[in-house]
């Protein structure tokens, strides 16, 4: 079974940064959409940046210039940079990955448990 395991939250002042780990275990095959969501209370889940196997990134309006997505394929790892953080990127951030499952010959969605990152004075 797959599993997605985040790391990097935390606690950090506005202006600056964190970096968001995830990495995929278990049988995995092929990897195309990888990138990370967020939910902020009373709000609903929106995509923050996201990789493809055959495009190039996409990023949430607010995230542009400031957050770098990246993958790390050799160990099916997806990362976030995220530089100059504001009060409103407060949210719990999900790992989201569409992996093949060769098996079942189909592609799954699989999503992180959520890391919280909180940007506060």
């Known amino acids: 079974q797959v599993q997605l395991v985040e790391s990097g939250g935390g606690l950090v002042q506005p202006g600056g940064s964190l970096r968001l780990s995830c990495t995929a275990s278990?049988?995995?095959?092929?990897?195309?959409?990888f990138g990370w969501y967020r939910q902020a209370p009373g709000k609903q889940r929106e995509l923050v940046a996201r990789t493809e196997s055959d495009g190039g990134p996409t990023y949430e309006d607010s995230a542009k210039g400031r957050f770098t997505i990246s993958r790390d394929n050799a160990k099916n790892t997806v990362l976030l940079q995220m530089n100059r953080l504001k009060p409103d990127d407060t949210a719990v951030y999900y790992c989201f990955a569409t992996i093949r499952n060769t098996i079942a010959d189909r592609w799954f969605d699989y999503w992180g448990q959520g890391t919280q990152v909180t940007v506060s004075s």
């Open positions: 278990g049988t995995v095959f092929g990897i195309s959409y």
